[in-house]
């Protein structure tokens, strides 16, 4: 059966919804090679994943999921933030994303991050926060519980996703070819807890629309898809799945006006920013940890908390603690001047 629909998708031609059923049923088949799957995976990129083929693939994989025992009354009238990137932009940059959950969570947004360990980088959202000593392995109650307590917990995609361990040969064949494959787009759209508002920064501007359409068609009620552009000190144009304080920045958006439908627009660089892709770069999971607790504990201000500060005021926004980005970045900046950032992670280290 995958066979037939790689060979579909080298074609030219879409799946529709019983083909991704079917496409989802082998992919979590452990009696279906790796190297199979890879060749279905590579197909479908080399084709361009349709955004109903994408929102397809995650629903079928959601309905698969684990999901955290989250108190339906706890939940009633707050909103559940995740902030995610989809990397795959190979720029090296430190885990901005990271950072700017623990500063919402901090700023008493309930922050629900999904995320693994590293796949096209070196450190994953899982490595920074087990070097950071914050408790990655929790179990689903454990998660729901820490959630619920401490607004802020992280749900470790293996546990949540335990099919996944039959797809992963596959993604790795793929990576060391250097394709990527929809799981680049598919882990953000993810999370168990399926929350109410996500930031999610995407490696092209052009995926934007069609992933912010993604996310609202999956029960997500404000959302922000971004795509930051700076340029390096050669002239080259190198994109990023952040907001960028520095560069031009794509963005599509809903839910956080008057329309409740989809809007792309530009969002400028700070006129005061002069941040470079070197300034944002960062290192292996014990790196980019001690840059972090330098961020939260307010020792860094250079162009790291600028990046950090620009995208924690884009989820502020989407969450609704903020009514515009400016209010955004004074919130995110009031939070580390008093020390509610270095409290919040220590507070989230003793579990």
Not at 41 to 54: F, M, N, S
Not at 141 to 151: D, S
Request: net charge neutral; charged share 25%; proline share 7%.
């Amino acid at each position: 059966m995958l066979e037939t629909l790689t060979r579909q998708l080298l074609a030219g031609e879409s799946l529709g919804p019983e083909q991704v059923r079917a496409a989802v049923d082998r992919l979590v088949n452990e009696q279906v090679s790796a190297e199979t799957k890879a060749e279905f995976l590579t197909a479908l990129a080399r084709k361009g994943e349709t955004p109903d083929e994408i929102a397809g693939f995650a629903r079928e994989l959601r309905a698969r999921a684990v999901v955290p025992p989250v108190d339906p009354e706890w939940r009633k009238g707050r909103v559940i933030l995740d902030v995610v990137g989809t990397g795959g932009d190979r720029a090296g940059t430190f885990n901005i994303s990271t950072a700017v959950a623990l500063l919402c969570a901090a700023a008493g947004v309930p922050v629900a991050k999904h995320g693994n360990r590293a796949v096209t980088s070196r450190a994953g959202s899982a490595d920074v926060l087990e070097a950071l000593g914050i408790p990655i392995q929790q179990s689903p109650a454990e998660a729901a519980r820490a959630l619920q307590v401490r607004g802020f917990a992280f749900f470790f995609a293996p546990l949540y996703h335990p099919a996944f361990r039959h797809i992963a040969p596959a993604r790795r064949l793929c990576a060391e070819r250097g394709q990527r494959t929809i799981f680049n787009y598919l882990g953000p759209l993810l999370n168990p807890v399926v929350p109410d508002a996500q930031l999610m920064g995407v490696p092209r501007p052009d995926l934007c629309a069609p992933l912010a359409r993604v996310l609202q068609s999956l029960g997500v009620r404000r959302g922000l898809v971004v795509c930051g552009e700076i340029t390096e000190a050669t002239g080259a144009r190198v994109y990023l799945d952040e907001a960028c304080p520095a560069g031009s920045n794509t963005v599509a958006g809903f839910g956080l006006g008057d329309s409740p439908t989809c809007a792309v627009w530009e969002m400028p660089p700070r006129p005061s920013s002069s941040a470079s892709l070197e300034d944002l770069r960062g290192g292996d999971a014990a790196a980019n940890a001690a840059l972090l607790e330098r961020l939260l504990r307010g020792e860094d201000r250079g162009p790291r908390r600028e990046a950090v500060l620009f995208n924690a005021a884009a989820a502020l926004w989407v969450a609704g603690a903020a009514t515009s980005l400016t209010e955004g970045w004074a919130v995110a900046e009031r939070v580390l001047a008093e020390g509610r950032a270095a409290h919040k992670l220590e507070e989230l280290r003793r579990g």
